[in-house]
């Protein structure tokens, strides 16, 4: 992990409680550790003028979405982002998907899902219950946008939507 990673890591607060959404006593306060996490991650990024990312849950917090975005060439490419929280979680990660470049690239799966497993699962496993949704984002999402998207517009698979 390079220094830029491990500062931004260091940065998230990590979680205590290990439960998932079939914990009916314990998921509120795991959910109540993911908000906090994810503000203060969110509010890191601002304040380093980085940021790239909205994320909200439905009621139960068990169904994520968004929208991430990353530029290039001083332009901004944005996309849809979704995610559910797995049964087993927080010891299975969440699998990130953005439907639109779905089959746009081989580092991705069936769905949108991006393709995780090589470099950030591993890390997850290690860090269970500590690593929640914003250390998806940083340690996932955020170095997945960085490497692919680029590559995708090189290839000409993703062109630049001008906003109405």
């Avoid at 779905?102 to 799966?109: I, N, P, Q, S």
């Amino acid at each position: 992990m390079d220094d830029s990673s491990k500062k931004t890591l260091s940065s998230i607060p990590l979680l205590k409680t290990k439960a998932g959404p079939r914990d009916k006593d314990l998921w509120p306060q795991r959910l109540k550790e993911e908000y906090q996490a994810l503000i203060q991650y969110v509010q890191n990024n601002k304040d380093a003028d980085n940021d790239w990312f909205r994320l909200e849950s439905n009621s139960d917090g068990t169904r994520w979405f968004g929208k991430c975005w990353t530029y290039h060439n001083q332009m901004k490419y944005e996309f849809d982002v979704e995610f559910d929280i797995p049964i087993t979680f927080p010891v299975t990660s969440p699998e990130i998907a953005i439907p639109e470049l779905d089959g746009k690239t081989a580092k991705m799966y069936r769905g949108g899902k991006i393709c995780l497993s090589d470099h950030f699962k591993p890390l997850w496993a290690k860090n269970v219950p500590k690593f929640g949704i914003a250390h998806a984002m940083a340690l996932g999402l955020g170095p997945w946008l960085a490497v692919e998207v680029p590559d995708l517009i090189e290839k000409k698979l993703i062109k630049y939507k001008e906003k109405a």
